[in-house]
């Protein structure tokens, strides 16, 4: 577990029951042409009344590329790889500049008890991954009134 950064809990350093089990992955190579620089996909978690919604940046990826999973009971897992485009080589070509990464990456998040993991949904739009995972009912406990005696 990882703690709340202080410009997000300024009072108490505490640690986050919510964040990533675990560091990005990437992929490596021997080839340095071929090393990652492809950084994790950024993601925002929102709890709605109804929903826990994952919200992950993945530009240029197709729905192909990218993979939603549910591991071990609660832990989701959004992974991907964004591939080195295969261009026609040129003697005439120079490049100047190449700042788009590729690579693989894996985001993980312990999701809590009152997730219902057998109906999560993701849909992608625009190169956003929104994974929508719906939360169990909170029932309120029987409340029963005893009247006092005396």
Do not use: C
């Amino acid at each position: 577990m990882w703690p709340i950064p202080q410009f997000l809990n300024r009072r108490y350093n505490v640690p986050d029951p919510f964040s990533e089990l675990d560091m990005p992955q990437f992929s490596h190579s021997i080839f340095p042409s071929e090393t990652s620089s492809f950084t994790a996909a950024k993601v925002d978690w929102r709890e709605t009344q109804n929903a826990h919604v994952f919200k992950a940046d993945v530009p240029g990826l197709k729905k192909e590329e990218v993979k939603v999973e549910i591991e071990e009971g609660r832990v989701l897992q959004i992974s991907g790889e964004r591939s080195q485009e295969q261009e026609e080589k040129s003697d005439t070509d120079t490049w100047h500049q190449v700042e788009r990464s590729r690579g693989r990456f894996s985001r993980r998040f312990t999701l809590p008890e009152n997730a219902k993991v057998e109906e999560v949904k993701a849909a992608m739009e625009n190169g956003v991954l929104t994974v929508t995972v719906p939360k169990e009912e909170v029932k309120k406990p029987d409340v029963r009134a005893i009247q006092i005696s005396g």
